[in-house]
């Protein structure tokens, strides 16, 4: 089985930085893209930042300049580094993650969320 293993949470104010980490582990045979999501309270599930297998990376407009994923493939690890954070960048974060366990084909597993808050 897979696991994914968000780290990195917590509360900050206005302005300041967090970083995210996200740890795959098990049966990995590889690993295609990878990403970031969030759900505020009230809102729907939206697509913060993802990262190819050839660290292409695509970011959700409101965070572009501030936000910046990347990742280690040795440690099957995705980041997402927060700069400059908002209160509207307040929400559950979730990492997603296409992994190959045997010969099938690419299936999406996810993390358990991780609460990031932006408050004064």
């Known amino acids: 089985q897979v696991q994914l293993v968000e780290s990195g949470g917590g509360l900050v104010q206005p302005g300041e930085s967090l970083r995210l980490s996200c740890a795959a582990s098990?049966?990995?045979?590889?690993?295609?893209?990878m990403g970031w999501y969030r759900q505020a309270p009230g809102k729907q599930l939206e697509l913060v930042a993802t990262?190819?297998?050839?660290?292409?990376?695509n970011y959700l407009d409101s965070v572009k300049g501030r936000f910046t994923i990347s990742r280690d493939n040795a440690k099957n690890t995705v980041y997402l580094q927060m700069n400059s954070l908002k209160p509207e960048d307040t929400a559950v974060y979730y990492c997603?993650?296409?992994?190959?366990?045997?010969?099938?084909?690419?299936?999406?597993?996810w993390g358990q969320g991780t609460q990031v808050t932006v408050s004064s």
């Open positions: 990262i190819s297998s050839g660290d292409s990376a």
């Open positions: 997603n993650a296409d992994i190959r366990t045997d010969w099938r084909a690419f299936r999406p597993f």
């Open positions: 098990g049966s990995i045979f590889s690993i295609n893209a």
